[in-house]
């Protein structure tokens, strides 16, 4: 049993969910933090967020969030949810069934009659995010489709839609890699199977972070969407999405997910947990060894 889990009536009730967050990171510093929602409410969240070299190691975030889509017979169900002026669209939450982190944070979503599983990770010494996404039931045809939102900055900042990011895209081994800005290491994403990416690109404006608007301070930024992957998941079919700074060979997506998973401090007793949350703070840069604070 997980030490930590909700259930669906606390998942759907957003005054619930957009209060409890979820943080992992790795040991080159590089974290993933949203709210147990996967609803990003301040600015310093984000799926993939990572130190850039150029820009005196500060942390980035790169991959803002992913919207999954569950297709059946033309009929899409997004499982996203984001925060726009006076409202949340889409309302992806109202399909969670069940959370829990124990050893990873997993998702279990329900529509209809399908049953999907995220379980994500990141690797321990690469910048590198790993999303599984297990089809765990379903009766008809089915379609994945996954959407990712882009950011290129420093956490410390929000972006707006400009001329300057380059939203131009190269097609690599089932994915793709793009660099919006100078200075900036391309993001390889890639999934495990192939897949159809449908470029759609497109600014995504007014994304609301509520906790800074909470705080005073700007709260509004926009999103770049360069398109999406879509692909086939049949029942009992596990797929793995990577988002990271160099590209992978896909056929090794499932075995590097297993290897990083068997890594993890299974925390069944106190000591346990205390071990997994100190280690989170260690960083190792090069020859150095670091403590993250603050």
Not at 107 to 134: A, H, Q, S
Not at 141 to 163: C, D, E, G, I, Q
Not at 222 to 242: A, L, M, R, T, W
């Amino acid at each position: 049993m997980s030490y930590i889990q909700f259930d669906k009536l606390q998942m759907i009730n957003l005054g619930f969910s957009l209060n409890r967050e979820l943080l992992r990171t790795n040991r080159l510093g590089a974290y993933t933090c949203s709210t147990i929602a996967f609803c990003n409410t301040r600015k310093y969240h984000g799926l993939l967020v990572c130190s850039i070299p150029d820009f005196d190691y500060e942390n980035h975030v790169l991959l803002s969030s992913l919207d999954e889509t569950i297709i059946q017979y033309g009929a899409e169900f997004n499982l996203g949810i984001h925060k726009y002026p006076f409202i949340f669209e889409p309302k992806g939450h109202k399909y969670i069934r069940f959370c829990e982190f124990e050893p990873i944070p997993k998702i279990t979503y329900r529509v209809g009659g399908v049953i999907l599983e995220k379980e994500m990770l990141l690797e321990e010494n690469e910048n590198r995010l790993l999303i599984k996404y297990t089809l765990v039931d379903a009766h008809s045809p089915t379609k994945l489709r996954l959407k990712p939102f882009l950011a290129f900055r420093n956490v410390h900042s929000l972006t707006k839609a400009n001329m300057e990011a380059n939203t131009h895209f190269t097609k690599i081994n089932n994915g793709i890699r793009i660099k919006l800005y100078n200075g900036f290491p391309f993001l390889y994403m890639q999934v495990s199977k192939q897949n159809e990416f449908v470029p759609f690109p497109t600014w995504n404006f007014n994304l609301e972070y509520i906790e800074e608007q909470a705080r005073g301070y700007e709260y509004q930024e926009d999103n770049f969407v360069p398109g999406y992957f879509e692909f086939q998941i049949k029942k009992g079919e596990e797929i793995i999405f990577s988002a990271g700074l160099e590209e992978i060979t896909p056929s090794g997506l499932k075995r590097s997910f297993n290897y990083e998973l068997s890594k993890k401090i299974p925390r069944a007793n106190f000591e346990e947990c205390l071990r997994n949350a100190a280690q989170q703070f260690v960083v190792k840069r090069g020859n150095k060894t670091e403590i993250v604070a603050g």
